[in-house]
């Protein structure tokens, strides 16, 4: 097994420490992870259940601050002091500290969460359907999962809430939440940082600071995180490396408290990830089907038409031939205000959060040393806004209650292209099926591109009440109503590659039918 071994040098207020040889391994969403040893989640995960004996955990999870041991929901809190234990900085990581919490991840665009197995399928990703388990950082939905894969920088907690949240919470969530809370700023100065070297050029650096302006009155804080770790598979193709990781994320924050019963926070934060990340690698060829019969125009024959010779199969060799650009690169930033006022019997808060999330990727499409599919991308330009307003009963009543209304607006627009190389032709149509004048007509430098525009907006009023009918007895209940507009329009074009005019018209007529049954001309909306 491959583990890095850490040095972690950590410095606090007025005192440094350096911490012995720790032994750690990084997992970054977005790119395999190395292997990771069996014990270390159950080791953090019972050093985070001793933490929590004998300790008053705070947490949110009904719009309100207490005890976790008070809260009558299905709910996990992972601590800012286990996550810096863990070593844990992504959610892909957090996983291991939280039961029945999964996070699946082939790149950002494409990442699932489930909770108890509830959330969404892997293999089905839509721009215009929002995940089943809402993601809230500082009470602020994120509508696409991409927008949580970056590093957790200079956290209080997460919760994990299993189950539906939708009298609680402005989106609805229907297989459960994970509400992130970072550190807010401080009136006594702060300052924390941490600096860690591995193997595989692993270095990660993280800080954060915080300081009165105003005394009592305004405080700021500023959190930096930035991680890189080399590739580690060998692309023998290009000399490279592939399956790297590269972050860097930057938190800036102001806490305005005018008076002893109105808190004013503001947040604004970037975020940038830039991989040479997703290759395949080939673990298994089968050239037959269980019953024995032979799979036709399998990988071999394909490959041996091509005259291409496969790397030996091995995937502990960590190597790939790919011939084309491979990237996972995206960009996330966004500002939100949060106003708290404290009336005495009760409290209003308001939330105004807006974002924008860019993902660029590229893919070599066959993942081997042959120009066969040398384009596969769909990019995302995805802005969101959104605005809710709560209020809330304070101390303790008969009835304790939260209610609110929620109102979210988000466009993605999307940019996909499909690309054929030299080799496409022979390896899909074989000059035994197709005339190689048709299917390289048809499929040597072809190009198919993509537009997509779906957009929500969403308005919600959601109440949820709790009566303390004794001691021993409290019944809640709740109420939501959502009205979702949701409308987009999907295009394709074929845009490049030979101009079919130039063939006779029987064989233009053979080359569009094969470019059709590979990437039509399409165009449709659809409206809910």
């Not at 050029?201 to 005394?215: D, E, F």
């Not at 004013?264 to 269980?290: E, K, S």
């Amino acid at each position: 097994m491959s583990f890095y071994n850490n040095l972690i040098i950590n410095s606090l207020v007025a005192s440094t420490a350096i911490a012995a040889l720790a032994t750690g391994v990084a997992s970054p969403a977005g790119a395999a992870p190395l292997e990771t040893p069996a014990e270390a989640p159950e080791a953090a995960a019972a050093e985070a259940a001793q933490d929590a004996i004998g300790a008053e955990i705070l947490v949110t999870a009904r719009r309100r601050e207490e005890r976790a041991q008070d809260v009558p929901i299905a709910l996990n809190v992972v601590g800012a002091e286990t996550l810096e234990r863990s070593g844990a900085y992504t959610l892909g990581q957090v996983q291991q500290l939280v039961p029945s919490l999964q996070v699946f991840s082939f790149n950002p665009r494409n990442t699932n969460i489930n909770i108890r197995g509830l959330g969404s399928n892997i293999a089905f990703t839509s721009d215009g359907l929002e995940n089943g388990v809402g993601v809230y950082v500082d009470q602020v939905y994120y509508g696409r999962v991409g927008l949580s894969q970056f590093d957790l920088v200079d956290l209080e907690r997460i919760e994990v809430l299993r189950g539906p949240q939708g009298t609680l919470f402005g989106k609805n969530t229907t297989a459960g939440a994970i509400s992130i809370s970072s550190r807010a700023p401080s009136f006594d100065p702060e300052f924390s940082g941490e600096a860690t070297l591995g193997d595989h050029g692993y270095h990660q650096v993280r800080g954060s600071a915080s300081a009165p302006l105003i005394a009592d009155k305004l405080a700021a804080r500023i959190s930096i995180a930035d991680t890189h770790r080399d590739g580690f598979i060998d692309n023998v193709t290009t000399g490279s490396k592939a399956q790297d990781y590269d972050n860097f994320s930057v938190r800036g924050q102001l806490l305005a408290k005018p008076t002893d019963t109105l808190a004013i926070r503001l947040i604004g934060d970037f975020a940038r990830q830039r991989l040479n990340c997703c290759i395949g690698v080939v673990t298994a060829l089968f050239d037959t089907f269980d019953n024995g019969t032979p799979i036709a125009n399998s990988f071999r024959q394909r490959a041996a038409r091509a005259g291409y010779t496969p790397l030996p199969i091995d995937p502990f060799a960590r190597k790939t031939d790919a011939d084309g650009h491979y990237q996972a690169n995206m960009k996330s930033y966004g500002v939100s205000g949060q106003i708290d006022w404290d009336l005495g019997p009760v409290a209003l808060t308001s939330i105004t959060a807006w974002r924008r999330w860019i993902w660029n990727p590229a893919n070599d499409g066959d993942s081997i040393g042959l120009p066969i599919i040398t384009l596969a991308e769909q990019a995302n330009r995805q802005r969101q806004f959104s605005q809710e307003l709560r209020i809330a009963s304070t101390g303790t009543n008969l009835i304790d209650y939260v209610a609110g209304l929620y109102y979210f607006d988000q466009t993605v627009n999307g940019y996909g292209a499909t690309g054929y190389g030299s080799a496409a032709p022979d390896w899909f149509l074989p000059a035994a099926a197709v005339p190689s004048v048709v299917s390289q007509a048809a499929l040597n430098g072809f190009i198919a591109r993509s537009t997509s525009t779906p957009s929500i907006k969403s308005y919600a009023a959601f109440a949820q009440g709790t009566w303390h009918a004794s001691e021993a007895l409290s019944v809640t209940a709740g109420l939501r109503f959502t009205h979702e507009d949701k409308d987009g329009r999907y295009t394709q074009t074929q845009t490049e590659g030979v101009d079919l005019s130039t063939l006779p018209d029987q064989l233009a007529g053979a080359a569009q039918a094969i470019r059709n049954s590979f990437n039509p001309d399409l165009d449709f909306t659809a409206k809910l």
